[in-house]
């Protein structure tokens, strides 16, 4: 229970019911568990889209539904996709794009990115065709990318919390974090809900693969960043 009760609140505004610092092992096996998250994250969202349309149209609810997603989790993983599209865009070798990233400045690239990525993940919600799976699945996937990352890829920084996860992070999570994934997936959407969990693992590795191309590894802007664009492409192949 102590993994679960840190994946919620490292992820979301969950209140601290283990009011300490995390060890580095606990956030490794906490990893696992990042999928179960975006399951109960996904079910919040669907409810309150579902009161939200019983008083306004599908446009006003979508951007509520958006409002409460960035509000619940802390706008951890925008902020993440925002320093990435400074640091990855905006320097010219792989120590100026590490800085740029560690830099708590938000610069034309990262506004530019949260703006269209933020409009996509709008007009998606508005126009999804099965908005409970769109909402659910798009969580889940998100933060499925997270521990398929993090186990397959090098960390780019020698210290910092996405280092000791990284090196905590076993075989173990990441399958209990696959079977998690798989099963909503599922429940879901059967086949094509497998189909979509692959599409989204296959993105995150060719996306991880690119990084590697710029950075000697990743970082937990590079997290969240995989995390934000699994979630929209999801949404979006709901409109469909």
Known sequence: MTSIFIAFQFLTIFP???KRMFTPEEMGRAAGFFPLV???LGALLFALNHAARIIFP???SAALTLFAWIFLTRAFHLDGFMDTCDG???GWNPERR???MKDSRVGAFGVAGAVLILLMKYAALSSSTNIF?????AATLGRWSLPLLIYFFPYARPNGLGYEM??????VELLLAALITGVTAWLLLG???LVLMLAASVFSVLFGVYVMRLLPGLTGDIYGATTIMVEALTLIFFTI
């Open 16 to 18: 601290a019911v283990i």
């Open 38 to 40: 975006g399951v109960a």
């Open 58 to 60: 599908d446009s006003v």
């Open 88 to 90: 990855l865009f905006g």
């Open 98 to 100: 590490l800085e740029i």
């Open 133 to 137: 799976a769109a909402l659910i699945l």
């Open 166 to 171: 990284k090196h905590n992070t076993r075989w």
């Open 191 to 193: 086949w094509l809900g």
